[in-house]
């Protein structure tokens, strides 16, 4: 077995309804996630309730894409 070359250390926390934000390592401001269009009509998430912001199925969708 080889050593551990990395830990990843973040901390997510509820803002309120479907709205997180995440506090990643190398960046000095959270990123926020929520829910928007097709996504927060599936959850019940009403329009206008909360900011639309990018759900974690999008990052997980860019970050494999990159």
């Known amino acids: 077995m080889t050593d ?3 830990v990843s250390k973040c901390r997510i926390e509820r ?9 990643l ?4 401001e959270p990123t926020l ?3 928007h269009g097709a ?4 959850y ?3 329009p206008d309730s909360f900011p639309a ?7 997980v969708v860019a970050a494999a894409a990159g």
């Open 4 to 6: 551990v070359v990395y």
């Open 15 to 23: 803002r309120g309804g479907p709205i997180r934000a995440a506090h």
């Open 25 to 28: 390592p190398a960046e000095s």
């Open 33 to 35: 996630y929520g829910v």
């Open 39 to 42: 996504v927060a009509e599936h």
């Open 44 to 46: 019940g998430v009403p």
């Open 53 to 59: 912001h990018a759900t974690t199925l999008d990052h």
